[in-house]
């Protein structure tokens, strides 16, 4: 009987990873419909730039240990609260980094947080 139940708990795994991508990917197809007919609420407010990279580092804690690829994430320098919608950037540092660790055979994946040199914007390298 163990060697079935290992079986069936295999393929309910594999059952809901498949939903979970399907759920990303309409997810992903709703919120590009939104932005192509300019209807995607943004709610701009000020926000904690690095309070935002490491809540997602965390999320993306166990695919990436499970991938074996280490997750990092690096603030350069004094990052200030930024104006922005803290859904939409956690949203597109999920998407970003997720990929990241999806394709990384081996080593590690590092999310970099600085400002540009007129530090006018902030600029991610992953």
């Known amino acids: 009987c163990g060697a079935i139940a290992d ?3 295999e393929h309910l795994n594999t059952i809901k990873q498949s939903g979970q991508r399907l759920h990303s990917l ?3 197809i709703l ?3 939104s932005l192509k007919n300019k209807s995607m ?3 701009e ?3 904690d730039i ?3 990279c490491t809540d997602v580092a965390e999320t993306l804690l166990k695919q990436g240990t499970k991938a074996g690829v280490e997750l990092r994430a690096n603030m350069e320098g004094a990052i200030p609260e930024v104006l922005a919608d803290a859904v939409n950037v956690k949203k597109m540092l999920l998407h970003v980094l997720g990929n990241a660790i999806k394709f990384t055979e081996e080593g ?3 999310l970099t947080v600085k400002l540009d040199r007129d530090h006018r914007r902030l600029v991610y390298v992953v």
């Open 7 to 9: 079986k069936v708990r």
């Open 26 to 28: 309409v997810n992903d």
């Open 31 to 33: 919120d590009a419909n």
């Open 41 to 43: 609420q943004v709610t």
């Open 45 to 47: 407010q000020p926000i």
């Open 50 to 52: 690095g309070k935002v």
């Open 108 to 110: 590690s994946v590092t």
